[in-house]
């Protein structure tokens, strides 16, 4: 399923559009990574955000929507926001408190600055994600031994296969991103030195074999994936290929393993879309893992990552407590820029009317001093009601007195007769979709 839905990095900008052209949809996110697909979106309405998002999912997957619907789950508000927190901590993960999924994150962002769709709501959410996960790793021991998905891929093996044979076992690494490099970190660390890595091109094992000196790194074509992997007894996947680089009838012409590791060749793949077919496993004297099967390497020490998860938490409930502050901040922002267009209306008009007073010989510097005055006054005279206005959501008393401030001011200088702000992106969207 994760496989079908799975959106390439160099795809989420043209997911993010797609998702905003849909009628009910304001801003849209991606995060698709080995063991989740999450899309983050804005939306003008729950339901119909809803099942737009699923119809667009099931259009580009080709999953039907009744499948689909057995493997979602769905998140709204500050639901929504405590899990991508957990997520950014590393709380989510198969392995607790693992870097990687925090880089991802912190790529999703990345890629949402130059796409369009991404605003100003998810551009915080993502922020306050990032800065949750820094703090979490900083201030908790969750990052204390916490491992990989590619090291419990390696820790899998090892339990695989006994520690003496490992050391002996002849290692093959498909592929050399960033999941590859470490794997080379975690082979070496079980006294793995000799690896062959097999990629499209050579540059990057010798950026990797410069990075680990005390590895011995073998690099090979593409072409010779096969052969390379009839002299190997340990098969480590992780490439970004969309379709599967091993099939039954490739691997069943393979000669047995070495003796070294009881004539069984381990295939473990941690891609998704997976680069080792299903139907591998049912070759004999072959064994196949994916990365779902890494749970059985951390289902050890559940009470240690119940206690690390529990001090995270805290952090987390006080980072959603200042992104939700953040958020009713915002509310006071069309207040503000009402309140100063009210005030500014006010100044050209009388302006105008003092100017005509004084003549049309009026010289440009006497002109200039007037206008000056005018701007002078209006914004002394909004310096107060502005401060009251403007609040950056750390004190929740703060923000509650803000909100109050902005009806008050709304309804003394009736600022409410604008169309309300959903009514105007509803028109907007609607005005686009009739385009």
């Known amino acids: 399923m994760r ?20 009628p009910h949809i304001e801003e849209a996110g991606v995060l698709s990574t080995c063991n989740r697909m999450e899309i983050y979106v804005v939306a003008l309405s729950w339901h119909r955000g809803v099942r737009e998002v699923t119809e667009w999912m099931t259009k580009t997957s080709g999953i039907p929507l009744g499948d ?28 607790l408190g693992e870097g990687q999924i925090l880089a991802q994150v912190k790529q999703v962002y990345k890629v949402g600055q130059t796409a369009v769709g991404f605003g100003r709501n998810l551009t915080g959410l993502l922020k306050q994600a990032i800065t949750a996960g820094k703090r979490v ?19 899998l093996a090892v339990m695989k296969i006994n520690n003496s044979g490992f050391s002996q076992a002849r290692v093959l690494i498909v592929g050399a991103g960033k999941m590859s490099k470490l794997l080379v970190k975690h082979l070496l660390s079980k006294g793995c030195s000799r690896m062959i890595v097999v990629n499209r091109t050579e540059q990057r094992v010798i950026e990797l074999q410069a990075e680990f000196p005390e590895a011995e790194l073998t690099f090979r074509p593409l072409s010779d994936m096969v052969q390379c992997t009839a002299e190997a007894d340990v098969v480590f996947t992780s490439t970004a290929s969309e379709s599967p680089l091993f099939f039954k009838e490739t691997v069943e012409s393979l000669p047995p393993a070495g003796v ?3 004539g069984i060749r381990y295939f473990i793949d941690i891609s998704v879309p997976r680069n080792v077919s299903a ?31 529990m001090e995270a938490q805290v952090i987390i409930e006080e980072e959603l407590r200042s992104f939700e502050s953040w958020r009713d901040s915002l509310e006071t922002v069309p207040t503000i820029k009402k309140l100063r267009a009210y005030a500014e209306n006010i100044r ?22 007037v206008e000056d005055l005018s701007r002078g006054i209006v914004n002394k005279l909004l310096h107060g009601p502005m401060t009251h206005l403007r609040c950056d959501g750390a004190d929740s ?16 200088f009736n600022l409410k007769a604008d169309l309300s702000y959903l009514e105007q992106q509803l ?9």
């Open 3 to 22: 496989e079908k839905l799975a959106i390439p990095e160099a795809e989420w900008p043209r997911a993010i559009a797609e998702l905003c052209e849909l």
């Open 427 to 435: 028109r907007a969207k609607a005005g686009k979709i009739q385009q």
């Open 137 to 155: 790793r900083s201030e908790t021991s969750i990052a204390a031994g916490a491992v990989s998905v590619s090291s419990a891929a390696v820790e």
């Open 279 to 309: 139907c591998v496993g049912e070759v004999t004297n072959t064994r196949l893992y994916n990365v779902d099967d890494l749970k059985e390497v951390v289902a050890a020490n559940k009470e240690e990552r119940r206690r690390k998860a």
């Open 260 to 262: 070294g590791v009881g």
């Open 348 to 369: 050209i008009s009388e302006l105008e009317k003092c100017l005509g007073k004084m003549g049309e010989d009026i010289p440009k510097k006497n002109k200039k001093l």
């Open 68 to 95: 689909l619907r057995q493997h979602l789950f769905i998140l709204r508000d500050r639901d929504a926001t405590q899990h991508l927190f957990r997520v950014a901590s590393g709380l989510d993960s198969l392995v």
């Open 397 to 412: 008393r703060t923000v509650s007195e803000t909100l109050e401030n902005m009806q008050a001011l709304e309804r003394m």
